[in-house]
């Protein structure tokens, strides 16, 4: 049946008989990457161990344990379990299931292979995509029994939404039907019609039996009517995308300069595309200027020519500025950079995307703040319908525009998964919250340019004698911040200090009237409070903004679009019982019975400054004590607490 | 075009490897290399010396000793060092060079006192926020589910179940004060790829791996090596039988724990041919994994184990 195992693996006497033989095959093996996915009883865990133990991946203590574990646990009777060799965790062995990504690694005389096993489960749209994203290829398995059902929709709208070129669907359990071809080709034919539809182009189908090993190494007796490759000789043989790669233009995001001393300076980083020689002409990202590359440094000895996939240090032949995040491109087709961009993000945690909240974007080596906006739609993995929503909650994808804050060496991800593809991290936590791949630069973007002013920024403060500054006081409703920022205005006003307060209940009449009291909301009513803040400091004057604030990013969005040291964020630290007490404007009664929704500290967490420069304790400090030691800290008169 | 330079897997690996050290060294503050003087220690060594060429690698090597290790791999741990220009802290754990732990009168508690508590203390002591290890995704069950970045709480922590998603080649190493990481470079790598690799590098390795004639003693069904005698008497309380075999280790680690194999492969391609024919696993002769039945490295690395 699987007559051809003994040629792909049997080494075993080249081993023994030759070793340098051996090494020498060895040392010329490629490696491919690869996926499998499917759904929880396809047999993915069966056919990845079939592929372990039948390339000799498994000794014979570990064979021992499977066999008595078969026994104990298995699920296959008195015969060999391999599912059991893959199932890592211990929380999985109890549940029988696939929880996470795992990575296995076997080989065949021609390559190496490193397969990602990822979990069939809905809930783990997330897993699938991490394991996807480094495959050039993915294995879609079918049941036989069933053909294709929702979640074989699902995985390979993921694999081809993640770019990989390469599909192959393996109609498993093969064995339980009888090998009967008429069942196979009712399953391609109906595959082939929902490929399309989603733009596969190309997808190789075959029929296998990961658990008798029919069509896995060689071609099976069982299935005399199927011509084409078995599993492994495809797997072989396809073409991986780092040589694809190497046909593009010239890229390479600089991760680290290299300087020992004043006599050397190399650019390190990983080649993306392309290839490289001492000679090129070659432009620096975004900056735009040219220089000549000098050497290719390895520990080895230079290069003549480096290729994608190399880890490489470049120098160049002019001293121009060139530090990380920048990118070493060819010189006649650069990529673009931009600031604003459509594209579509997985989300992969459980707290949903607020839209307008800053998150770093990791791009490349490029790392900066960014917003979401509303999502133009979300899709349905299942149907690929596109629906309207607000936010991406867990294992949603859908598409957005982002916004950086300052423009980005990019490349649609069609064109390139390095410059293309991008993480969100959230800014407190610093969990990866999404997988992000652009598809273009918006336009007006390019056409929004910075207008330059002749009274500059330095000239309104110096004409007014004063710093600006932004105060930015924060606390729960009810703890005194506007009655403070009320003192701090008038103390200021009298020592010729030219002042303007942003209070949150008037600024809610005017300029941000058309909001509500959502998260998201909530967001944009700070964000545009931030960014009027910030024109006043650009007029030179000293800004008291008196808003609950409740989120911690949002404050530190404020902080990030000042210069250092302008924003001082004031905490009114006053408990919730004693501003519910106090409750002046009646809002705690009415959040209590339901009438106000979303209110801080009721309904709605308040996220406290971890080291605000100021710290009021209302409860220890009078409202005119606090005014005054605001003051003198803004003035720079008193140490601070 | 040309025909494309086709890449090998060894190169891959490579490259990986030393874009994963670069993208540490670029975003933690205090990095460290744990060096534990086996081979894959010795590849990840060398790895780091590519990947900053023509600087040294700028970060310390950090053994965590048991004062157990083999001789000859303290000789090559020092000698290394030199070589490649980094500092070498050396780090042991005070209680339990204290409480005089050893491999024989204290089994498991020797490995959680030296090696998994002495590993905290030096990380603390130090303040390293990512810390290079040379563990290998095919070694063992749960690693084959850790990622490159391993995230760790601020008491060492790993919660399997709350991994960052390694997306591309993009890793995440944002962390806040207190918390860490622990970075594997050579996640993807088999043990075949790192023999193939000192092979064709000629990347030092301890002596201990290629076989010779060596003093053995039997102990608990196992053979092993006859490192310090007079303090092997000292633990034991007799002088152990010595015979002299020709002998060889398949993994380092504590001389008494570290069960040898009878052999006459004196050369690395020797050594790679009874490695390939070979028909038990790697860690098999190490106690850490057999703990707590199938889980025993899942639950030591969640107490903060390497």
Not at chain 1, 323 to 332: F, I, K
Request: glycine letters at 6%.
């Amino acid at each position: 049946m699987t007559d051809q195992t003994d040629v792909i693996y049997k080494t075993d006497d080249l081993i023994a008989q030759d070793i340098d033989a051996y090494l020498e095959q060895h040392q010329h093996k490629t490696m491919l990457r690869f996926i499998t996915c499917g759904s929880v009883d396809d047999g993915k865990s069966t056919l990845i161990g079939r592929l372990l133990y039948d390339s000799k991946m498994i000794f014979e203590d570990q064979l021992a344990a499977l066999e008595s574990d078969s026994k104990k646990v298995g699920t296959q009777g008195a015969e060999i379990d391999f599912a059991l060799l893959v199932d890592g965790l211990a929380a999985e062995r109890e549940q029988g299931i696939t929880i996470d990504v795992a990575y296995r690694f076997f080989g065949t005389e021609k390559r190496k292979f490193i397969v990602a096993d990822t979990p069939g489960h809905e809930q783990y749209t997330r897993n699938m995509v991490t394991g996807a994203s480094t495959a050039d290829l993915a294995v879609i398995l079918i049941d036989a029994r069933k053909g294709v059902l929702t979640q074989t929709r699902r995985h390979s709208y993921l694999a081809h939404l993640i770019g990989i070129r390469h599909i192959v669907l393996a109609v498993n359990k093969m064995d339980l039907v009888g090998y009967d071809q008429a069942t196979y080709d009712a399953i391609v034919a109906d595959y082939a019609a929902f490929a399309r539809s989603i733009g596969i182009e190309r997808f190789v189908p075959m029929p296998i039996s990961g658990f008798k090993g029919d069509n896995i190494t060689g071609l099976s007796a069982n299935t005399p009517w199927y011509t084409g490759p078995s599993l492994i000789q495809h797997l072989e043989t396809v073409e991986v995308d780092t040589t694809t790669d190497q046909a593009k233009p010239f890229r390479m995001p600089v991760q680290w300069v290299n300087r020992p001393n004043l006599d050397f300076r190399g650019f390190s980083g990983l080649i993306a595309s392309g290839t490289v020689r001492p000679g090129d002409t070659v432009r620096v990202l975004p900056s735009g200027k040219t220089s000549t590359v000098s050497r290719v440094v390895t520990l080895d000895g230079d290069l003549d020519e480096a290729v994608a996939g190399q880890s490489v240090t470049i120098c160049l032949a002019d001293e121009i500025d060139c530090s990380r995040g920048d990118v070493l491109a060819t010189a006649d087709a650069p990529p673009q950079a931009a600031d604003q961009f459509e594209s579509t993000l997985v989300w992969m945690a459980d707290e949903a995307l607020l839209p307008g909240r800053a998150y770093w974007l990791k791009l490349g080596t490029q790392t900066v703040s960014a917003t979401v906006q509303e999502p133009k739609y979300t899709v349905n993995v299942n149907t690929m319908e596109h629906l309207a929503c607000k936010t991406l909650d867990l294992n949603a994808i859908g598409v957005a525009e982002i916004t950086t804050d300052r423009a980005i060496v990019f490349e649609p991800y069609a064109e390139g998964r390095t410059l293309g593809g991008f993480i969100l991290i959230d800014k407190i936590t610093n969990a990866t919250v999404a997988a992000g791949m652009l598809h273009f630069s918006l336009r007006r973007a390019q056409n929004v340019h910075w207008q330059a002013m002749d009274v500059s920024r330095a000239a309104h403060a110096a004409l007014k004698n004063q710093q600006p500054a932004v105060l930015w006081f924060t606390g729960l409703s009810g703890s005194g911040k506007s009655t403070i920022a009320n003192l701090v205005e008038k103390k200021l006003h009298a020592l010729g200090k030219h002042t303007f307060v942003l209070d949150g209940d008037n600024v809610r009449h005017g300029l941000n009237k058309d909001l509500g009291f959502t998260e998201a909301d909530r967001i944009e009513n700070i964000r545009r409070v931030g960014e009027v803040a910030k024109l006043m400091t650009d007029a030179g004057l000293i800004v008291l903004t008196a808003f609950i604030s409740p989120f911690r990013a949002e404050r530190e969005m404020v902080r990030e679009l000042l210069a250092d040291g302008e924003f001082l964020e004031v905490f009114i630290d006053t408990p919730l019982e004693l501003a519910e007490a106090r409750d002046v404007k009646g809002l705690y009664k009415k959040a209590r019975s339901g009438q106000l929704k979303n209110f801080t500290g009721i309904d709605s967490p308040y996220e406290a400054p971890e080291s605000p420069e100021i710290r009021v304790d209302t409860t220890k400090e009078s409202p005119e004590d606090a005014a005054e030691r605001i003051v003198d800290h803004l003035l720079g008169w008193a140490p601070t607490i | 075009m040309a025909d494309p330079k086709v890449l090998t897997h060894l190169q891959r690996l490579e490259a990986e490897a030393i874009h994963i050290m670069r993208e540490v060294v670029a975003e933690a503050d205090n990095p460290v290399m744990l060096y534990s003087v086996g081979k894959d220690s010795a590849v990840m060594l060398h790895l780091a010396r590519k990947a900053f060429y023509p600087s040294p690698p700028p970060f310390p090597l950090l053994h965590v000793d048991t004062t157990w290790k083999f001789q000859a791999m303290y000789e090559l741990r020092d000698r290394m060092a030199r070589e490649s220009g980094m500092e070498l802290l050396v780090y042991q754990n005070p209680e339990a060079e204290a409480r005089g732990i050893n491999p024989f009168d204290h089994g498991a508690l020797h490995t959680d006192m030296w090696k998994t508590e002495g590993l905290k203390q030096a990380l603390d002591k130090y303040g390293f926020d990512a810390a290079f290890g040379g563990a290998r995704r095919d070694e063992e069950k749960s690693r084959a589910k850790e990622r490159i970045f391993s995230f760790r709480t601020a008491s060492h922590g790993w919660d399997p179940k709350n991994q960052r998603p390694e997306l591309w080649n993009l890793y995440n190493a944002r962390k806040n004060k207190g918390e860490s990481i622990r970075v594997f470079p050579i996640s993807n790598w088999t043990e075949l790829d790192i023999w193939q690799y000192i092979h064709l590098n000629d990347v030092p390795i301890v002596p201990l791996y290629f076989a010779e004639e060596r003093p053995t003693y039997e102990w608990e069904g196992q053979l092993f090596m006859a490192d310090d005698i007079p303090r092997l008497e000292r633990v034991l309380g007799r002088k152990p039988e010595i015979v002299n075999r020709s002998i060889r280790f398949r993994t380092l680690g504590c001389f008494p724990l570290t069960g040898a194999v009878e052999s006459t492969a004196k050369t690395l391609p020797e050594v790679i041919q009874e490695t390939l024919l070979t028909t038990t696993s790697e860690r098999q002769g190490r106690v850490i994994d057999k703990d707590a039945g199938g889980a025993g490295m899942e639950v030591k690395k969640q107490q903060g184990y390497f």
